[in-house]
């Protein structure tokens, strides 16, 4: 991701490059981790887990710096997850937008 990428496109270029990495597994990446983990999905899903509880602890704690270093990581293996699940941030979009 671009240090000049406009704040409206974080999450779109978040996820094109999460796309990027299922596809092209490199090797020094994180998210490829995720995708080739020996615990497939559930280790994506167990990291989820984990995200949330940080997030709620820190939400608990009133500690806003915290709150939102865990929601990022929160939104990240969310993105991850529906890029397993082959769904689209235009998918989550449309259901976001399917609620007002």
Do not use: W
């Not at 990428?5 to 994180?30: C, G, M, N, Q, W």
């Not at 608990?60 to 990240?76: C, G, H, I």
């Amino acid at each position: 991701m671009d240090a000049d990428t406009p704040t409206d496109e974080v999450l779109d270029e978040l996820f094109a490059t999460i796309e990027s990495r299922k596809a092209d597994l490199p090797e020094d990446s994180y998210t490829t981790t995720l995708f080739t983990h020996e615990k497939g999905e559930n280790y994506v899903l167990e990291k989820l887990g984990e995200e949330t509880t940080e997030t709620i602890l820190a939400a608990k704690d009133d500690d806003r710096e915290e709150l939102l270093y865990e929601s990022a990581d929160l939104v990240y293996h969310l993105l991850v997850l529906l890029s397993m699940k082959d769904a689209s941030l235009d998918d989550l979009r449309d259901e976001l937008k399917a609620r007002f």
